[in-house]
């Protein structure tokens, strides 16, 4: 079953509503990344939200970039989610040592630190917003962003649960947003069913699909699902793009690896895919510069 996020709203349009299935996504990142468990478990959480996210933009050719970064043995994580459907991201560190007996916690994996988020909505300079860590679980650290950063009153759950071997069994979540003038009465009705509700992923592991979730949660709500939109982990990057990327560090240093070594590796932080440029494939690279310049 591919990955999908729902969309909705209750309450009279007063409550806007997002749910995900993402077990595709997260076991995507974790072949990628090899990601030892706690480290599925965060990129896991931050690429739901990533997900989520990126499906609330209003427009087609937005993109979202969410970086946390924390003083813990991870170190950080980076997600890039576009309207579209398309998410990616990768952690700092992949393969962070988990025993068994003790395993680590996400929050303690992160450690303190913050969270940053860029829009870029086509306009000149993109849009940053930012808030400190309040717990490291990612869930309740984009809650109080919202509430500090864009004022909106919001409930999130993200989850991930995995297979003995590491792979992922279920991940998922949900991101609810009350508009300014949602009534008291279905504040606390939304209050009330949440606080009754299980985990996001064990009701997804009960074979529960995020329709069926968010119609139980909001049974006395009156949900409306306007749409469902597919989402997948995919890099949209090429030899294209990477050539760019060279040819901006500039024809003096491109010389420099010249000189220095016969080819280089790039690889993408996002999918791992290696890009292998010789001394010749640089050259032209050089060539190309040096055209523009005349
Ligand atoms: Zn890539």
Do not use: W
């Not at 962070?96 to 870029?120: F, H, Q, R, T, Y």
């Not at 049974?219 to 409306?224: A, E, P």
């Amino acid at each position: 079953m591919p990955d999908y996020v729902v969309k909705a709203t209750a309450g009279n349009g007063q409550i806007r509503v997002f749910a995900a299935t993402t077990r595709g996504i997260v076991e995507t990142a974790h072949t990628l990344h090899q990601t030892s468990p706690v480290v599925t478990q965060a990129l896991g959480r931050l690429l739901t939200a990533g997900s989520l996210m990126g499906s609330m933009m209003k427009n087609a050719d937005e993109v979202m970039t969410l970086k946390i970064a924390g003083d813990g043995p991870l170190s950080g994580l980076l997600v890039t989610a576009d309207a579209k459907g398309d998410v990616k991201g990768y952690p700092y560190i992949s393969d962070l040592a988990d025993s068994s007996a003790s395993p680590m916690s996400v929050s303690e994996a992160i450690g303190k630190g913050a969270i940053n988020i860029m829009k870029d909505i086509g306009l000149k300079e993109p849009y940053v917003g930012y808030a400190p860590l309040v717990s490291g679980e990612i869930a309740e650290d984009l809650t109080y962003y919202y509430a500090q950063s864009e004022q909106i009153p919001t409930s999130i759950s993200l989850g991930v649960l995995l297979n003995e071997d590491g792979s992922v069994k279920q991940a998922g979540g949900f991101i609810i947003q009350l508009m300014p003038d949602t009534d008291d009465e279905t504040i606390d009705a939304l209050e009330l069913a949440l606080s009754n509700t299980p985990s996001m992923t064990k009701l997804l592991d009960a074979g529960k699909s995020p329709e069926a979730i968010i119609e139980a949660l909001f049974k006395n709500i009156g949900l409306k699902i306007s749409q469902t939109q597919e989402i997948r982990f995919f890099c949209d990057c090429s030899r294209d793009r990477v050539m760019k990327a060279l040819s901006a560090i500039g024809k003096a240093d491109l010389l420099d690896i010249i000189a220095d070594q016969e080819d280089v590796e790039v690889n993408c932080d996002f999918c791992r895919e290696k890009y292998h440029f010789s001394a010749a494939d640089l050259q032209s690279i050089i060539d190309l510069i040096s055209e523009k310049d005349i």
